[in-house]
T-cell receptor, first 113, second 115 residues
Framework: GESVGLHLPTLSVQEGDNSIINCAYS??????FIWYKQESGKGPQFIID?????DKRQGQRVTVLLNKTVKHLSLQIAATQPGDSAVYFCAENGGTSYGKLTFGQGTILTVHP | DAMVIQNPRYQVTQFGKPVTLSCSQTLNHNVMYWYQQKSSQAPKLLFHYYDKDFNNEADTPDNFQSRRPNTSFCFLDIRSPGLGDAAMYLCATSRSNRGRGHEQYFGPGTRLTVT
């Protein structure tokens, strides 16, 4: 069946370092990918998304890279701050057009001052 | 401004006592979702409404039901909560646009405790 998974469940970095969170997906029909940040006790918050016709997209301090050949997605956070500490989920749409998503297992990012 | 609102934020119910969680949205999105999220796990989709059409996930227990009386509101009914149903319940919305994926907007969640 379709699945979206993460290689590393936890990531600890020092404040100011760059962070990279990885994600593997298996559904070749997926053409839309998204990263969410979830802080403790809150709902997931949109960070950045990318469509399959792109391989890179940049936001404010964040970059998402998509490698369709190996079905791999990554989130890069520049100059990581303590406020970035959260769980990060990748999700893919399985080719659906109306927003249904399949979530990966999540990576816990801890930023040390 | 709140866009996806969930009430209550915290709900305590007794084993076997029916409970209803509510979700409302001001985005006028036509798709609404209910997820169950347990500690240190990804959100698990229970079901979603595409307009008025209800779509149940294959592994969602019959104990979970949903109602969507209008575009803005959606309810999650747990008919006989068990201890294993204690979790965070997340409501989300999205708009359909044929051929294009779209992000989901999440509410803050309702933390359900079963005693």
């Amino acid at each position: 069946g379709e699945s979206v998974g993460l290689h590393l469940p936890t990531l600890s970095v020092q404040e100011g370092d760059n962070s990279i969170i990885n994600c593997a997906y298996s559904n070749s029909a997926s053409d839309y990918f998204i990263w969410y940040k979830q802080e403790s006790g809150k709902g997931p918050q949109f960070i950045i998304d990318i469509r399959s016709n792109m391989d890179k997209r940049q936001g404010q301090r964040v970059t998402v890279l998509l490698n369709k050949t190996v079905k791999h997605l990554s989130l890069q956070i520049a100059a990581t701050q303590p406020g970035d500490s959260a769980v990060y989920f990748c999700a893919e749409n399985g080719g659906t057009s109306y927003g249904k998503l399949t979530f990966g297992q999540g990576t816990i990012l801890t930023v040390h001052p | 401004d709140a866009m996806v609102i969930q009430n209550p934020r915290y709900q305590v119910t007794q084993f076997g006592k029916p409970v209803t969680l509510s979700c409302s949205q001001t985005l006028n999105h036509n798709v609404m979702y209910w997820y169950q999220q347990k500690s240190s796990q990804a959100p698990k989709l229970l079901f979603h409404y595409y307009d008025k059409d209800f779509n149940n996930e294959a592994d969602t227990p019959d104990n979970f039901q949903s109602r969507r009386p209008n575009t803005s509101f959606c309810f999650l009914d747990i008919r006989s909560p068990g201890l294993g149903d204690a979790a965070m319940y997340l409501c989300a919305t999205s708009r359909s646009n044929r051929g294009r994926g779209h992000e989901q907007y999440f509410g803050p969640g309702t933390r359900l405790t079963v005693t």
